[in-house]
């Protein structure tokens, strides 16, 4: 599932350093089984098979990813935009409309943030530290997906 997901992603037009793009998808890929729970108990309880705009607003209000500082609200409506856009003829089903993120747009989007929360605010130095601080400092402590 990962390595589809990543097919239909963005990132390489933001990551140029292919070393550290290449880093980022071996985090996520170790990481997959718990943000793909993560994103299935989101969708659970939004627009399945997707999470909805506003869902994603209070996902990152709950994960504390929100600080006023280098992620505010409307850097969270920046990264869901870009995301969410497809380019380069990618043609979207019905099953991906524009006001909602898809698996893959989620896997892009955390990674958007993280790059706005501590890579642009010079505290981390790499989009695979940035991501590894965001997953383990916030997502996954604080996500708690519901159990089934």
């Known amino acids: 599932m990962f390595n589809d997901d990543i097919k239909w992603w963005k990132v390489s037009r933001f990551i140029k350093d292919e070393n ?7 985090l996520l890929a170790k990481n997959f ?24 607003g209070n996902f990152c209000e709950k994960c504390k990813i929100i600080d006023g500082k280098g992620v505010t609200l409307a850097t969270v409506d920046r990264a869901f935009i870009a995301a969410n ?26 990674l958007r943030l993280a790059q706005s929360k ?3 605010t010079g505290i981390c130095s790499t989009y695979e530290e940035s991501l590894n601080k965001i997953l ?4 996954f402590p604080l996500a708690n997906p519901e159990p089934w």
Do not use: C
């Open 33 to 56: 089984m718990r943000i793909k729970r993560i994103f299935t108990s989101f969708i659970a309880q939004s627009s399945f098979p997707n999470i909805s705009w506003i869902d994603f």
């Open 85 to 110: 856009v497809a380019v380069d003829g990618q043609k979207l089903s019905e099953d991906n409309p524009t006001n909602a993120l898809s698996r893959f747009e989620f896997l892009e989007i955390i």
């Open 20 to 26: 550290d793009r290449e880093k980022v998808e071996k």
């Open 136 to 139: 383990e400092e916030h997502i």
């Open 118 to 120: 501590y890579k642009e």
